[in-house]
């Protein structure tokens, strides 16, 4: 099944959206496989913004994603890279379509409220990168009608 590795950046935490987009992605069906809040630093942000590190807005960048921690998150599910960068919306958040993440709560081109892997060979570099094994977690989701079935026997 495929992976796709979100953060919610510092700016999603400081306006508390969190939850309003984590249940985006749970109503969707995306199975969230692991989850911790951790500090981005130099290093981390180094590796996951590498394809940026020249651009004259880097500096800025890397402020405003260390103004606070960020939630990390690894999400299953079928076709689930394409499925969480369709919920999500493009880069800027004064050109994503509402109804997406961006388009609905940014209006901005740098504070984005979230991320989101592009493609399954990012998605699993992404995921090594901010997990360990032991952080991930294999469960099968309770089938609640097979429950309620075995009851009515
Ligand atoms: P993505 O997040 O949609 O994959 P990328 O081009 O990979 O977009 O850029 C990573 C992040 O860098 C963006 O989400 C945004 O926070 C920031 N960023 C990208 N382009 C700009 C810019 O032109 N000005 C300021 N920040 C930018
Ligand atoms: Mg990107």
Redo the contacts with the bound molecule.
């Keep these: 099944m495929e992976r796709s590795l979100i953060i919610f950046?510092p700016d999603s935490l400081n306006r508390a959206l969190v939850g309003e987009i984590l249940h985006r992605f749970e109503r969707k069906g995306l199975k969230i496989i692991g989850m911790k809040m951790t500090y981005l630093d130099d290093d981390l942000l180094g590796q996951h913004?590498f394809?940026?590190k020249d651009?004259p807005?880097f500096p800025?960048?890397k402020r405003?994603?260390q103004s606070a921690p960020s939630i990390v998150a690894v999400l299953e599910g079928n076709n689930v890279i394409e499925v969480v960068?369709n919920l999500?919306g493009?880069?800027?958040g004064y050109e994503a379509l509402s109804g997406t993440v961006r388009g609905d709560y940014s209006l901005?081109?740098?504070?984005?409220v979230i991320?989101?892997s592009?493609s399954p060979v990012n998605a699993e570099l992404e995921i090594s990168r901010f997990f360990n094994h032991d952080e991930l977690f294999n469960y099968e989701k309770i089938d609640l009608e097979y429950i309620y079935a075995e009851d009515e026997l």
């Design positions: 950046k913004y394809h940026l651009k807005f800025r960048l405003f994603m960068r999500v493009v880069t800027r901005s081109g740098q504070c984005n991320h989101a592009d």
